[in-house]
T-cell receptor
C-alpha cells in the first residue's frame, strides 16, 4: 500500500481538454515532486515543491501547471497536451527538500493523449 | 559520461542464486544514495538507502565505494518475486533533486 495517493489512476484526454492530476500525502513530508516516466526509461523530474513553494521547474512546457494548495496536496493542471505527453505521471514526497531523504512514490496516473 | 550509470541487463538468474548489480556515479560530491525497485507498469518503491558503512536488510546488502564512486546491491537466495527493474538513485548533496540511473532488469528463473 502506498502512502502517497494519486488520482485518477488512468486518464484519457483529447489535445484540447483541460484536466488535473491530484496527489496527496499524510506523512508530514515537506517536499513534493512531479515526475514523468516513459516506457523503459527512468522517471524524469518535472517540478519540486519545498515547504509549499515551487523550488524547481525543469524547463517544463507551460501546458503543465503545478499547484500546491497545502503541505499535503499537489496538483498538476494539464491543458492543450500533445500526444508525446502520454506517459506515467508520478508524484513523490520526501521528509525534507534537500534530496538526502528518500522519496516515496504514489502509484501514478497513466495518461493517454488522443 | 552519464551522471549515474547502470548495466541495463537483463540479468537472468536461477532461483536461489546470488546476484549483484553496480551503479557508478560521476559527481564526487554525491552524498545520498538509494536503491529502488520498479515492477512493470508500477511505481518505483524504495528498497533501501545506502550508508557509508554498508547496510543489510534480509537478503539484500548495499555497499558504497566512494573511492571508486559506485554503489552495489547484492541479492542472496533470489526469489521469483525479486524479478523487477532495480533503479539506482543519487543525490548530489544540498540539492533538491536526485538523479536516476536507467535501471538494471533482473529476471529470476524457476
Amino acid at each position: 500500500d502506498t502512502e502517497v495517493t494519486q488520482t485518477p489512476k488512468h486518464l484519457v484526454m483529447g489535445m484540447t481538454n483541460k484536466k488535473s492530476l491530484k496527489c496527496e500525502q499524510h506523512m508530514g513530508h515537506r517536499a513534493m515532486y512531479w515526475y514523468k516516466q516513459k516506457a523503459k526509461k527512468p522517471p524524469e523530474l518535472m517540478f519540486v515543491y519545498s515547504y509549499e513553494k515551487l523550488s524547481i521547474n525543469e524547463s517544463v512546457p507551460s501546458r503543465f501547471s503545478p499547484e500546491c494548495p497545502n503541505s499535503s496536496l499537489l496538483n498538476l493542471h494539464l491543458h492543450a497536451l500533445q500526444p508525446e505527453d502520454s506517459a506515467l505521471y508520478l508524484c513523490a514526497s520526501s521528509q525534507g527538500g534537500q534530496g538526502n531523504q528518500p522519496q516515496h512514490f504514489g502509484d501514478g496516473t497513466r495518461l493517454s493523449i488522443l | 559520461r552519464k551522471e549515474v550509470e547502470q548495466d541495463p541487463g537483463p540479468f537472468n538468474v536461477p532461483e536461489g542464486a546470488t546476484v549483484a548489480f553496480n551503479c557508478t556515479y560521476s559527481n564526487s560530491a554525491s552524498q545520498s544514495f538509494f536503491w529502488y525497485r520498479q515492477d512493470c507498469r508500477k511505481e518505483p518503491k524504495l528498497l533501501m538507502s545506502v550508508y557509508s558503512s554498508g547496510n543489510e536488510d534480509g537478503r539484500f546488502t548495499a555497499q558504497l565505494n566512494r573511492a571508486s564512486q559506485y554503489i552495489s546491491l547484492l541479492i542472496r537466495d533470489s526469489k521469483l518475486s525479486d524479478s523487477a527493474t532495480y533503479l539506482c538513485v543519487v543525490n548530489s548533496g544540498g540539492y533538491q533533486k536526485v538523479t536516476f540511473g536507467t535501471g538494471t532488469k533482473l529476471q529470476v528463473i524457476p
